[in-house]
């Protein structure tokens, strides 16, 4: 009869706990992925209307208007700066979610190779009684046939 792994609770208790890591830093993952697309997207829009600035302003243009162009791409550059703080923000929990995902990886892996060895450890266990009973089997046959012929 084969000895249940006493520690069966707690892989299962690792591997679900590494299955949340593995979930949560996937959509940590994806958020940063999306902040640096926002920035990417206003470093964008922010060249493009700097470009409409410098075409204007070549056509030639009113003091208010190149003061509303500035003024704007002021606040866009205010939009970028946020944008970059939120992608570090974002980048420090991509880095802690990986480190989240590592150690409970590491602690899944030691419990997991605790019972590979105890499966390892039972099997040996089972063959050579196996082998025990084949034996004996082997014995009394061999007996009882050294009897008969007796």
């Known amino acids: ?10 892989l299962d208790l690792m591997q679900t706990r590494t299955d949340e890591a593995t979930r949560d830093l996937g959509r940590l993952i994806a958020a940063e992925q999306s902040q640096r697309s926002r920035l990417q997207m206003l470093e964008q829009y922010r060249e493009e209307y700097a470009q409409r600035m410098r075409e204007a302003t070549a056509e030639g243009i009113t003091r208010l208007i190149l003061h509303n162009y500035q003024d704007f791409l002021n606040r866009i550059d205010d939009a970028i700066a946020q944008q970059r703080i939120a992608v570090g923000n974002s980048e420090q929990s991509t880095k802690a979610g990986q480190d989240k995902w590592q150690a409970q990886n590491k602690q899944l892996k030691a419990i997991d190779t605790l019972s590979q060895r105890h499966d390892a450890k039972e099997r040996y266990r089972e063959n050579k009684q196996e082998q025990k009973l084949q034996d004996e089997f082997s014995t009394r046959k061999y007996s009882v046939k050294d009897q008969s012929e007796t």
């Open 1 to 10: 009869m084969t000895q249940s792994f006493s520690l069966q609770p707690l």
